[in-house]
């Protein structure tokens, strides 16, 4: 088995752009857990849930089909045609999702609902531009902008931090800017003119799309669902303070969904171009590599933040025992690594409604644990329940997957068994009669 070396060679140029953004996060989120209240940080930290839940759209909607079909297409036309459909479809996303957040954001008592908006509505839409000049291999302009957008945030956080009397709603209003400031760097250095349209044509090509589209829609829902039923089942039960102990763990954990999300940047793209080409073998086989070395790396991560845990203080915290619920997003965080890559294989083969499914039954069962352990202990204890249902997931993700990989290896036992079955169905129908 050929260990693919020019991928590392992209995930190094990739994972120093996002390590670039994973560390201003990293510093922003230390500096607003020692400066915030409880309630305050719990407020910042459903802010970030939204712009998670904004990313998982932007990506099911837009950015993995752009990727998925930009890769597929033979000839510049179909990428520059599939590019524009998409790129028209995540602006109309983003600022949908900029709504929804300034209206959840009021609705908890936030008087920073807008500037929210305006942070998660900008970071929804690079998130897109992102995915899709990594899609033309692009990466050293992403790079650059990252660059740019990570310096922009330092600068106006810190003012914001330092001289502004609101910090939260300055410190929202100084991200969104520094996502725009990204989104101007790629749209200057871009080889081409990037163009969005609104009109029949570019409506009916993504119309075209749509029934697989709509799976994808249900799965990013369910993927919430699932993935966020924590934070709004104690946020919504127990209060945003309640919340604060466990939002300020799992974001030290923010790292590696940084990295996660450069895998997929890079692996997507070259996996469906090996579809392309009928070598489902190496699919397979890199799906392997890449989920061991994954896998590795968020036990590693997860043994260093628990060593570090101890150090952290802060009246956010509220006395709570870090050390229990450090272990408890570990859990979390080890099979979400785990299953990134049979789930890039499911979407590449079009398979959302699987994926659908899947995270369906991850958030019935996150829900109904996450609710019982609240009516029965303390909020540390949900972190219990969304683990089984990460660990859900990850088993029914690498069985679709392996599933869908044996049908295609094996077409010839694939169509015996088939005929198998309707020869037992005709047989006891005859037999009936």
């Known amino acids: 088995m050929k260990f693919p070396l020019h991928l590392v060679r992209r995930l190094v140029l990739m994972i120093g752009g996002e390590a670039m953004q994973s560390g201003f996060h990293f510093a922003l989120n230390i500096a607003l857990l020692h400066m915030l209240s409880a309630q305050g940080y719990g407020l910042f930290a459903i802010a970030m849930v939204m712009g998670g839940v904004g990313l998982s759209y932007i990506r099911s909607l837009t950015a993995v089909p752009a990727s998925i079909w930009m890769g597929k297409s033979s000839n510049s036309a179909g990428v520059d045609a599939h590019d524009v459909a998409f790129g028209s479809a995540a602006l109309v ?3 949908l999702m900029a709504v929804g957040t300034a209206v959840l954001m009021r609705l908890l008592g936030d008087p920073s609902g807008i500037a929210a908006g305006c942070f998660v509505g900008a970071w929804s839409l690079r998130s897109h531009m992102r995915t899709a000049f990594f899609a033309r291999r692009q990466q050293v302009i992403v790079s650059v902008s990252d660059a740019a957008f990570t310096i922009a945030g330092t600068v106006f956080a810190g003012l914001a931090i330092w001289f502004a009397e609101a910090a939260l709603q300055t410190v929202f209003y100084a991200l969104a800017a520094a996502n725009v400031i990204g989104i101007l760097v790629l749209a200057r250095l871009a080889p081409r003119t990037l163009r969005i349209s609104f009109r029949m044509p570019t409506r009916r090509r993504y ?7 709509c799976w994808s829609a249900f799965s990013a829902t369910t993927t919430n669902i699932q993935g966020q039923c924590l934070a709004l089942l104690v946020a919504g039960i127990a209060g945003p303070a309640a919340y604060a102990p466990l939002a300020a763990v799992i974001v030290l954990f923010a790292p590696l969904r940084i990295i996660s999300l450069a895998f997929v940047n890079m692996t997507q793209p070259e996996l469906a171009k090996l ?3 009928n070598e489902t073998r190496r699919v397979w086989s890199q799906a392997k590599i890449w989920s061991v070395v994954m896998g590795l790396g968020g036990l590693a991560y997860g043994c260093a933040i628990l060593f570090v845990l101890p ?3 802060s009246q956010a915290l509220q006395d709570a025992s870090v050390g229990f619920i450090g272990l408890f997003v570990t859990a979390n965080f080890i099979p979400i690594m785990l299953y990134i890559m049979p789930r890039i294989v499911l979407e590449i083969f079009g398979d959302f409604r699987i994926v659908a499914f899947i995270t369906m039954g991850g958030a019935i069962v996150g829900l109904a644990l996450i609710a019982i352990l609240l009516a029965v202990a303390s909020p ?3 972190l ?14 690498w069985y679709f997957a392996h599933h869908r990989m044996w049908n295609i290896e094996h077409p ?3 169509r015996n068994s088939r005929l198998g079955s309707w020869r037992r169905a005709l047989t006891f129908a005859a037999v009936k009669r």
């Open 311 to 313: 150090m952290i203080k």
């Open 275 to 277: 579809m392309r080409r």
């Open 207 to 213: 119309t075209r799309l749509w029934r697989q589209l």
């Open 412 to 414: 010839d036992q694939q």
């Open 93 to 95: 996303v983003s600022l």
């Open 380 to 382: 540390p204890w949900a």
């Open 384 to 397: 219990l329940g969304s683990a089984v249902s990460e660990t859900f997931v990850l088993a029914a993700s």
